[in-house]
C-alpha cells in the first residue's frame, strides 16, 4: 500500500493571511450601508458591507481588496492599511490586530510612544491649570493634561488615531470655533508642517497626514500649494472655550531633545483676566471628573 504524502506545513505567514481575510470579513459584515452614509437598496444579501463598497470607501481597488479577502499573498501598505481600519470603523485594539495581521507597524500616534516618559506626564499634570501637551513634528498630540484637553473642545472624545492638530483645526468643528484667528492659524500651521517635512520626506506616517488632509480640506490644500516655511516660534494665541469664554495665552514650545522633534507645548495665561478663567476651566474639568465618579463609588457604599 502506498504510503500517503506527509502533509506540508503551514507557514506562519499563510496563517497571518488567512486570519487577517477573516477579520477583515467579519468586521466588514458588522457594519451597516447606513453607517457610512450609502442606500441599504431593496436586493441587499450581503450582511453589512459588500467589497465592492469597502474597497471604494477606502480608495482601494476592488480587485486587490477581493484578494486580500481571499488571502492572497499580496502586499499591503501602511496606508492602506490606514485607509481600511478608518472604513471599518476599527477601535484601538481592533486596529492594532489589524497591523499585527499585517505584519505592519502602525505609524499613528495611537502607537505607543516612547518619547512620552512617566515623568513627562507628571509634568504636564504639575502644570495644571496651564493647558500643556507633548507634540511630535507632525503635530501629533501624544499627550496632554486635563485642562488642555478641555481647551478647544473634549479632546477625550477624539479616536486617538485622529489627535493631531492639523486634522482637528481643519476638520474638528469644536476646534474651528474655538480658534479666533482660524485661517491664519491654518497657514501659518501649514507652514510649520512643510519646513518640518524636509527631514521626513518619504516616511509613511507623513504622507498618510499629507493625503488625509488634502483629502478632507480644501482650505489645507490651498495653504499647503503656497509652499511656504517658516520656523517655530512663540507669539499669544487667543482661544474661544465654550465653557469661560475669551483666553489670551502666550504660547511656549519646550523642545525634549537637541532635535526638533517632540516638544511640550504650554499655554500661560497673558492677562488676570485669561488667568482667573483658565482656574475656572479646571475647575470644571475636577467637578465633571467627581461626577462621573460617584455612580461607580455609591454602588460599593451601600448599607
Known sequence: MAREAPAQPVRGSEIRRHELATFLRSRRE?????????PRGARRRTPGLRREEVAHLSAVGVTWYTWLEQARDI???????????????????????????AGATDPTPAASCQTVTP??????????????????????ILAYNRTYGRLLGDLDAVPPEDRNCMLLVHTN?????????????????????????????????????????TAESAEFRA?????????????????????????????????????AGARMVTYVPADEESRERLEKLYALVLAQQDQAVMPAASLTSGD
Not at 458588522?30 to 450609502?38: A, D
Not at 499647503?224 to 511656549?252: C, M, P, Q, S
Request: charged share 30%; net charge positive; aromatic share 6%.
Open 119 to 140: 515623568a513627562l506626564r507628571e509634568m504636564l499634570r504639575r502644570l495644571e491649570p496651564v493647558p500643556a501637551c507633548i507634540q511630535n513634528s507632525r503635530y501629533d
Open 30 to 38: 458588522r457594519i451597516s450601508p447606513e453607517q457610512v452614509g450609502l
Open 223 to 259: 495653504n499647503w500649494d503656497r509652499y511656504e516655511v517658516v520656523n517655530a516660534r512663540t507669539k499669544i494665541k487667543y482661544f474661544r472655550n465654550r465653557d469661560v469664554g475669551l483666553l489670551t495665552l502666550e504660547h511656549t514650545d519646550l523642545w525634549l531633545s537637541p532635535e
Open 173 to 213: 468643528p469644536d476646534w474651528r470655533q474655538a480658534i479666533v484667528h482660524l485661517e491664519e492659524t491654518r497657514r501659518l500651521m501649514a507652514a510649520r508642517l512643510r519646513a518640518s517635512m524636509a527631514g521626513h520626506l518619504g516616511e509613511p506616517a507623513w504622507k498618510m497626514l499629507i493625503k488625509r488632509l
Open 75 to 101: 502586499q499591503v501598505s501602511v496606508q492602506v492599511l490606514d485607509a481600511l481600519a478608518r472604513t471599518l470603523r476599527l477601535d484601538a485594539g481592533e486596529r492594532a490586530h489589524l497591523f499585527q495581521l
